[in-house]
Every structure is written in structure tokens, then in C-alpha cells.
């Protein structure tokens, strides 16, 4: 077996994280240009958004199948 350089290594444990160095970019740039608030705010409707995209795609039959009544809204809606 070849000896593995450490280099090699960091490479392939910081892959996956250069998809996310533009978006850690854009989100310094409207931080500087926009209010902190609008920004948070953005994040978490965007968030929402995809959320709930992602969740209607891949629980759809379990959505469809489950108990929707008073209890269940109420249990949903209540603050934590």
C-alpha cells in the first residue's frame, strides 16, 4: 500500500466543504450591506422554504397517511 501524504489528506477531509465557500461569502457580503435582522430573516425563510420543498417530496405518502386533527394542529402550532 503507498504511503498517504498528509496533504492528500486534508484535501480529501476539506472536499466537501468548497461547495459552501461561495454561499459563507455571499452571506458576509448582505451581513455588511444589509441589517443583521434582514439577513437572519432571509436565511430562515429560505430555509423554510426549502424545508418544507424537501420534506413534501420525500415524505409525501406519510404526509398524505397521517392523522390530521385538532390535537395534532394544536401539538404543531404550540411555542416551544
Given at each position: 500500500?503507498?504511503?498517504?501524504?498528509?496533504?492528500?489528506?486534508?484535501?480529501?477531509?476539506?472536499?466537501?466543504?468548497?461547495?459552501?465557500?461561495?454561499?459563507?461569502?455571499?452571506?458576509?457580503?448582505?451581513?455588511?450591506?444589509?441589517?443583521?435582522?434582514?439577513?437572519v430573516g432571509q436565511l430562515g425563510?429560505?430555509?423554510?422554504?426549502?424545508?418544507?420543498?424537501?420534506?413534501?417530496?420525500?415524505?409525501?405518502?406519510?404526509?398524505?397517511?397521517?392523522?390530521?386533527?385538532?390535537?395534532?394542529?394544536?401539538f404543531r402550532s404550540a411555542p416551544?
Amino acid at each position: 500500500m503507498d504511503s498517504v501524504s498528509v496533504e492528500s489528506l486534508v484535501y480529501l477531509r476539506c472536499r466537501p466543504l468548497m461547495p459552501m465557500r461561495p454561499a459563507n461569502a455571499a452571506e458576509e457580503f448582505f451581513v455588511r450591506q444589509s441589517p443583521l435582522y434582514e439577513v437572519v430573516g432571509q436565511l430562515g425563510m429560505w430555509g423554510t422554504l426549502i424545508n418544507g420543498i424537501q420534506a413534501t417530496a420525500l415524505e409525501h405518502e406519510g404526509m398524505r397517511d397521517a392523522t390530521w386533527n385538532g390535537p395534532v394542529g394544536e401539538f404543531r402550532s404550540a411555542p416551544l
